[in-house]
């Protein structure tokens, strides 16, 4: 497949952002042998970054904090990269549990589907959906599992980006108007 220099350079800083994470990731388990909760944001297409997508993600580090029993909280950090902001807590908390309460949370109001929480446990084993006995993850525009329509791209990333942006603009002017 052939790609523009532009689309190469986005993936290539999406790859780079992705192994960076995963050695901090490995860095803080090695440091702590606790449970680890790894977030960023699902955004599809082109623009991964603005004033609106930074204040959501916060919404959302703030619920994921709520979640959790503050006494067992050992290190928590937010990075801030070109692809998005990135949370890391380590806590002691049993981390089946804590995918648990972070699956409930996506899956509490359509836009906190596009919070992207991962948990691992003290070996840095990613803990599953399915290993909790959850069906997987569906697609934000259609029923379908999100990996298949992912895998098929039934739809195309402007479609995707703009109902995201949307989600996200919605959810923010709602809750201003409540405060
Ligand atoms: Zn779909």
Known sequence: MYYDSDTEKRMLTIL??????????KELINRY????????????????RSTEIDMFFYVGWEKILSLLTTENILHLSVKDKPTGLEGFVVSSENAEQLKRRMIQLEE?????????????????????RRECKLP????LLCSQEAALCCKMQTHNSFELSAYCQKL????????????
Not at 33 to 48: F, R
Not at 136 to 139: L, Q
Request: glycine share 2%.
């Open 16 to 25: 780079k952002a992705r192994e960076e994470r995963s050695s901090f990731q």
């Open 33 to 48: 042998h606790q449970s680890l909760i790894s977030y960023t944001l699902n955004i599809p297409g082109k623009i991964k």
């Open 136 to 139: 997987p993850r569906r697609c």
């Open 168 to 179: 996200i603009h919605e959810f923010l002017s709602e809750r201003r108007a409540q405060s």
């Open 108 to 128: 509490s109001i359509p836009p906190f589907r596009l919070l992207d929480i991962d948990v691992f446990d003290k070996d840095f084993t990613q803990i599953s």
